[in-house]
């Protein structure tokens, strides 16, 4: 019988997403970037704003010699500009310092995100867990995960894969056949290891919550308004515009609000 993790090489060769362009490369400012913006937004999003974003800040210096407020505009709709912001600053850090050898020193970069880079790039042979790993993970299982628990089960159902390869095919089952709601078990090579065959007892995990009147849409607002140009302050959702402020991403000059120029507060950036 054929091992769980051969059957998922031979299906990660034929029907893994290969011609996402940020795959090609293997530079970590890119795969960094690509990373950032996958966090908590949907692949076909990121594959509109990649290419352009990277065409406007390819490297590390690029960025760094460009004002925070010119990376927020290319950051566009992109969705939680936090990440942005996060992003300029990590360049400018590593402008000035060089890569850190813990990548989890940046803001925004957390357990995930760190291992995929590294696996990405350096071909390491760490485990990286982000939504679609997990998933797959806890189907096999049959259970909830830690994380510790859900990284020692993808080594152990995806050998003899490891590295890069390893965290690709998994992340690929899941967002193409082990899906949240409609699972393609018939076609999935790890069936015959799976405990769950199907989504867990219990349900989904918990969606985002209604963006429509909510606190987000009332900063997006604001940040497009500052996008295409200085505003008046007494004309924005104070609240809004104080919360932008407190994470880099607007400034307030006398009665006036604009998007950073440069420095300020260091984004509150969620780490993952």
């Known amino acids: 019988m054929t ?11 034929r029907h893994g997403r290969h011609e996402l362009p940020w795959r090609a490369s293997r530079d970590r400012w890119a795969v960094l970037v690509s990373e950032v913006m996958l966090q908590q937004t949907q692949v076909a999003r990121v594959l509109d704003a990649w290419p352009a974003f990277m065409a406007r800040f390819p490297d590390v210096a690029t960025t760094a010699a460009a004002p ?43 357990r995930y995100t760190a291992a995929a880079v590294a696996a990405q790039v350096d071909d390491a042979d760490v485990v990286g867990v982000e939504v679609n790993i997990r998933r797959v993970c806890e189907r096999v299982a049959g259970r909830r995960l830690r994380d510790r628990e859900a990284e020692a089960v993808a080594v152990e159902v995806a050998e003899p894969l ?39 007892p219990g349900g989904t995990r918990a969606r985002q919550a209604r963006y429509e009147g909510s606190f987000r849409q009332a900063r997006g607002r604001v940040l497009a308004r500052l996008r295409a140009g200085d505003a008046p302050v007494h004309e924005l959702d104070r609240a809004a515009l104080d919360s932008l402020v407190a994470d880099g991403l607007a400034q307030v000059t006398g009665p006036v609000a604009h998007l950073p120029t440069g420095g300020g507060t260091a984004p509150r950036a969620a780490r993952r």
């Open 3 to 13: 091992r769980p993790g051969v059957a998922l090489a031979e299906w990660y060769a």
């Open 68 to 110: 925070p407020a010119d990376v927020i505009v290319a950051w566009g709709r992109l969705g939680y500009p936090r990440r942005a912001r996060a992003l300029w600053t990590t360049a400018t850090t590593v402008a000035r310092t060089g890569w850190p050898a813990d990548l989890r020193s940046l803001p925004g970069v957390g």
């Open 162 to 200: 490891s590295g890069r390869d390893r965290l690709l095919a998994l992340m690929d089952l899941g967002a193409t056949l082990c899906t949240a709601r409609a699972p393609d078990c018939a076609r999935c090579p790890l069936v015959r290891r799976c405990a769950a065959r199907g989504p867990l």
